[in-house]
């Protein structure tokens, strides 16, 4: 469908692309949580050679406090990323925004919000 809008200049190339990384950036997500002998082999490689995430690098981000390794695509950009602040910036960014209901270890900051702005009750 996203290939028949692009023909039909529906959709630019850059949207077409934000698109296909999106979608692969979720299909690696799932990956990382699927059992390694259920992986194709490709995958499996592709984990092997730390192109791709795999389960056990995931997994720290599922563990309290829920605050690293972020990014779920690859696995050699989280020291990076988590090094510069890069999450805590986006958190500070959309939080007071979008709100975070899951993460207790962000009421104690000023910019904390629970749920989105546009959900508060006037």
């Given amino acids: 469908m996203f ?3 692009f023909w039909l200049d529906a959709l630019s190339w850059q949207v077409l692309t ?3 990384i999106g979608l692969l950036n979720q299909q690696v ?3 990382s949580h699927t059992p ?3 992986l194709p082999g490709v ?3 592709l984990q092997r050679l730390r192109l791709i995430q795999d389960g056990r690098h995931h997994w720290v981000y599922h563990i309290s406090p ?3 390794r972020y990014c779920v695509l ?3 950009m989280n020291p990076m990323l988590d090094r510069l602040g890069f999450w805590r910036c986006l958190e ?3 939080v007071p925004i979008f709100g975070a209901p899951r993460r207790n270890d962000l009421r104690v900051q000023p910019w904390y919000r629970p749920i989105a702005i546009w959900n508060c009750a006037n």
Avoid: D, E
């Fill in 36 to 38: 390694q002998k259920r």
């Fill in 66 to 68: 829920h605050s690293t």
């Fill in 92 to 94: 500070r960014l959309f």
């Fill in 18 to 20: 934000f698109i296909c």
């Fill in 3 to 5: 290939l028949l809008m």
């Fill in 43 to 45: 995958v499996r490689l």
């Fill in 29 to 31: 997500h799932r990956f």
């Fill in 74 to 76: 690859t696995p050699w």
